[in-house]
T-cell receptor
Framework: GQNIDQPTEMTATEGAIVQINCTYQ??????LFWYQQHAGEAPTFLSY????GLEEKGRFSSFLSRSKGYSYLLLKELQMKDSASYLC??????????FGTGTRLLVSP | DSGVTQTPKHLITATGQRVTLRCSPR?????VYWYQQSLDQGLQFLIQ???????AKGNILERFSAQQFPDLHSELNLSSLELGDSALYFC???????????FGPGTRLTVL
């Protein structure tokens, strides 16, 4: 089966750093995605990792360890607008994405 | 704006009915994906089409069907609707060889 685990909720303060973890066990692996989704809106792409290591993109970074089935999304200098759900998704082949249930992040002043 | 369009934005219907959701991918994208997002289940992959042909199937019920037309737009047909089918339905598209999927704004289906 396919299993992707993320924490359900996290809280953080404006200006802080937060790390959202994702562990996965899937039948295939062709890369891992992070998407941001504001309530009632479409998911928007944040990052993609297919090789082990850290990918940095502005305030957002994503890390992958394929041997451990583990990824994290690091958000720096948090802003109020970063309050959203963060979805971890694994491409199990032919661009078929299996999503975790998402982590709801609440940023407070 | 991702460039993916979906209609209608909202749909309210009754149990037992049939509805059709429509999606137009980004210009040039050959792949179209359909997802269902309900409160308790997260985003679930339903089906993928590539240039008119079915490419991958996820947890799509037999009451649901989809197709992709020669102009690359896609339709998702939901029949014999049940209360549990109430959800957000997203369409996404991607280009050839690309990894990133671009999501449309979704159709919110409410079954009463």
């Amino acid at each position: 089966g396919q299993n992707i685990d993320q924490p359900t909720e996290m809280t953080a303060t404006e200006g802080a750093i937060v790390q959202i973890n994702c562990t996965y066990q899937t039948s295939g692996f062709n890369g891992l995605f992070w998407y941001q989704q504001h309530a009632g809106e479409a998911p928007t792409f944040l990052s993609y990792n297919v090789l082990d290591g850290l990918e940095e993109k502005g305030r957002f970074s994503s890390f992958l360890s394929r041997s451990k089935g583990y990824s994290y999304l690091l958000l720096k200098e948090l802003q109020m607008k970063d309050s959203a759900s963060y979805l971890c998704a694994v491409n199990t082949g032919f661009q078929k994405l299996v999503f975790g249930t998402g982590t709801r992040l609440l940023v407070s002043p | 704006d991702s460039g993916v369009t979906q209609t209608p934005k909202h749909l309210i219907t009754a149990t037992g009915q049939r509805v059709t959701l429509r999606c137009s991918p980004r210009s040039g994208d050959l792949s179209v994906y359909w997802y269902q997002q309900s409160l308790d289940q997260g985003l679930q992959f339903l089906i993928q089409y590539y240039n008119g042909e079915e490419r991958a199937k996820g947890n799509i019920l037999e009451r649901f069907s989809a197709q992709q037309f020669p102009d690359l737009h896609s339709e998702l047909n939901l029949s014999s609707l049940e209360l549990g089918d109430s959800a957000l339905y997203f369409c996404a598209s991607s280009g050839q060889g690309a990894n990133e999927q671009f999501f449309g704004p979704g159709t919110r289906l409410t079954v009463l």
